[in-house]
């Protein structure tokens, strides 16, 4: 590579959208094939989230990570449904929407536990 290489930034802005659209998609695949927080009482804190759930492992592209360690991230929190808990993990993995072109509205959230 020379030095007057200079990267086109439309096409690596689309490659780092589709980088992050991917890495969503992925963690919603994974929150729904594990299958959790239904049968917990709520309202739970992020601490009793980490006891619970402590274990269970989401696969993102090229890392594994533990609820355990996205939970201890989200420290203090309190969440009044399975809905909230989904949300604040999507945040803190795939990071929270930049704008409303990254808005989804089609992303329904109950529609997460029916792929049970």
Request: charged share 45%; no cysteine.
């Amino acid at each position: 590579m020379s030095d007057d290489y200079d990267p086109d930034p439309e096409r690596v802005q689309e490659s780092a959208v589709e980088r992050r659209r991917e890495r969503t998609s992925v963690v919603e695949d994974e929150l729904g094939r594990v299958g959790i927080f239904d049968e917990t009482k709520y309202p739970v804190t992020s601490e009793e989230l980490a006891v619970e759930y402590g274990d269970e492992v989401i696969d993102l592209p090229n890392e594994t990570e533990s609820l355990g360690s996205v939970f201890d991230r989200l420290v203090d929190e309190r969440f009044e449904s399975p809905e909230e808990v989904r949300e604040a993990i999507y945040n803190e993995l795939t990071g929270e929407a930049a704008g409303p072109e990254e808005y989804n509205d089609e992303r329904a959230l109950g529609e997460l536990d029916d792929d049970r």
